[in-house]
């Protein structure tokens, strides 16, 4: 079992910044944060592999977040700039303890483990 905790959001507004952080309890591979608005069903933001050197961006975040992670911390971060209102969501954390260290996933059903998620509004 792997437990992730998130902190870092927040009520920001519109064109500010905030990081996201996910801490893990154990080994992971593939990390990646998704957003669930409300009525929305959740969907990517961005994904990492363990090595770090693969990352994937859903269109609408490009240029304007940045995924991370401190293996050594068993964290992966989310740094949000440009941050509009349409990024209002609930944020989690997303681990997969599976796989190869150069690859990752977008797909909801390819992780087993899930944070409690953190609240990011963005004001017009």
């Known amino acids: 079992q792997v437990q992730l905790v998130e902190s870092g959001g927040g009520l920001v507004q519109a064109g500010g910044s905030l990081r996201l952080s996910c801490a893990a309890s154990g080994r992971t591979y593939s990390m990646g944060w998704f957003r669930q608005a409300p009525g929305k069903e959740r969907d990517v933001v961005a994904a990492i592999s363990w090595s770090g050197t693969k990352t994937y961006y859903t269109d609408s975040v490009k240029g304007r977040f940045t995924i991370s992670r401190d293996n050594a911390k068993n964290t992966v971060y989310l740094q949000m700039t440009s941050l509009k209102p349409e990024d209002t969501a609930a944020y989690y954390c997303?681990?997969?303890?599976?796989?190869?260290?150069?690859?990752?996933?977008?797909?909801?059903?390819?992780?087993?483990?899930w944070g409690q998620g953190t609240q990011v509004t963005v004001s017009s």
């Open positions: 997303a681990a997969r303890t599976y796989g190869v260290p150069w690859s990752l996933s977008s797909s909801s059903h390819e992780y087993e483990y």
